[in-house]
Every structure is written in structure tokens, then in C-alpha cells.
């Protein structure tokens, strides 16, 4: 089984299973009457419980009988044939890889990879990659990567516990190395490089003839 395969299934196995939590919790407030503080007793929090299970349920069965709406799928049919771009990506993933927190770093994709989520974009694809601040609610700004591709697309990553632990300043690095953007022209950095022809006066020879 190949990679791209594993991480649909993946991703279909954390939405059943956070539907499972919900039912279990749906069951424990049945069960043992809780909370009391709801008007209705233990109804409201079976109620809350059972909707958020069948919430989470829906969506790996719109995916069995729709698979092209499957996240991954949509992925990566964004850069392409998804056969193609799939197996391409399998191969990559089979070989040696670098890991860095949650980002894989193939020959030719920077693949974002958590339990229930799936993000990539291929380096040619990268025309930035920064560090941006995230006001916090209560504390200090929080250090986020943000990624912009060619089409317009905007990828940006959060350190936490949810979203996977990293440095943001090292991978972004090591983001920037793999795109090779720190040696590339204005045009791939997002912004219109300039005529190569030089307008100013004194680099136009002037003419021979009287």
C-alpha cells in the first residue's frame, strides 16, 4: 500500500474515531445523567454528543461515494493527473525523506502531514516563504510559516500541539533551501522581474553612420 493510499485511509480512520469519542460521550451523559445544569438534564448533553458524532461520521461517507471530494484527493489533482502526481509522490515517500516535525521533504514536495490533515506543494510551485506573527489571546505572538504558491495559494502552519511541533524558524529555512528561493529572481519571489534590456541611455551604443 502506497502512501497516498495510507494517508486517505488515515484520515478517514481520525474522523471515525473522534465520532466514536463523541458517541461514547453522547452515551456517559445517557448513562449518568449528565450535565444536571442543562435544562432537560442529561438530554442536552446526549444531544450535543449524538450530533457531533453523526457530524463526524458524514464525512468519510460522503467521501466512499464521492472520492474525488476527499481532501487528500483534491490535494493533489490540484497540481495535476491525480494518478500521476500520486504515484510520483509514493515513490518519493518510499525513499529516504527528511523529517521535520510534521513536514516531509521529498525530492520535489514539501508534504505537510498530521493525523487528520494533508497539505503539499511542490518547490517549484513555492514563489515565498516567511515568518508571520499571530496576535495570542492571552500571551505572546505566536510565530506562524507562511507559503505562497504561483496560482495564488496561501499555506500557512501554526506550531502547536494540534497542528505538530516545530521550529518555525529552522523549517522555514530549511523551506526556503529546498525552494531555492534565497537564489532566485524577483520574478519567482511573486514580484515581475524587469526588462532585461537596459533603457538607460548610456548603454545604447550610438549610431555609426553620419
Known amino acids: 500500500m502506497g502512501y497516498t ?27 449518568y445523567g449528565w450535565p444536571r445544569g442543562f435544562r432537560g438534564g442529561s438530554a442536552a448533553g446526549f444531544g450535543l454528543g449524538a450530533g457531533a458524532a453523526l457530524l463526524f461520521m458524514t464525512f468519510p461517507a460522503v467521501w466512499m461515494f464521492f472520492p474525488k471530494t476527499h481532501p487528500v484527493r483534491r490535494e493533489l489533482s490540484h497540481y495535476g493527473d491525480f494518478a500521476q502526481v500520486s504515484g510520483r509522490l509514493d515513490i518519493e515517500m518510499a525513499e529516504q525523506v527528511e523529517v521535520v516535525g510534521p513536514f516531509r521533504f521529498t525530492p520535489t514536495t514539501l508534504v505537510y502531514d498530521i493525523f487528520h490533515e494533508f497539505q503539499m506543494v511542490p518547490y517549484d510551485q513555492i514563489v515565498a516563504a516567511k515568518l508571520e506573527w499571530s496576535p495570542g489571546v492571552d500571551g505572546p505572538d505566536t510565530p506562524t510559516i507562511a507559503v505562497y504558491a504561483r496560482d495564488g495559494r496561501r499555506y500557512q502552519w501554526y506550531p502547536t500541539w494540534m497542528q505538530g511541533i516545530f521550529d518555525p524558524e529552522t523549517t522555514l529555512e530549511k523551506i526556503r533551501a529546498e525552494a531555492h528561493l534565497d537564489k532566485s529572481t524577483p520574478a519567482s519571489s511573486g514580484v515581475e522581474s524587469p526588462s532585461t534590456a537596459d533603457p538607460s541611455p548610456a548603454s545604447q551604443s550610438p549610431s555609426t553612420t553620419d
Open 5 to 31: 493510499r495510507r494517508k486517505i485511509r488515515g484520515i478517514n480512520f481520525s474522523f471515525l474515531l473522534a465520532s466514536f469519542v463523541f458517541a461514547c460521550g453522547a452515551t456517559c451523559c445517557a448513562w
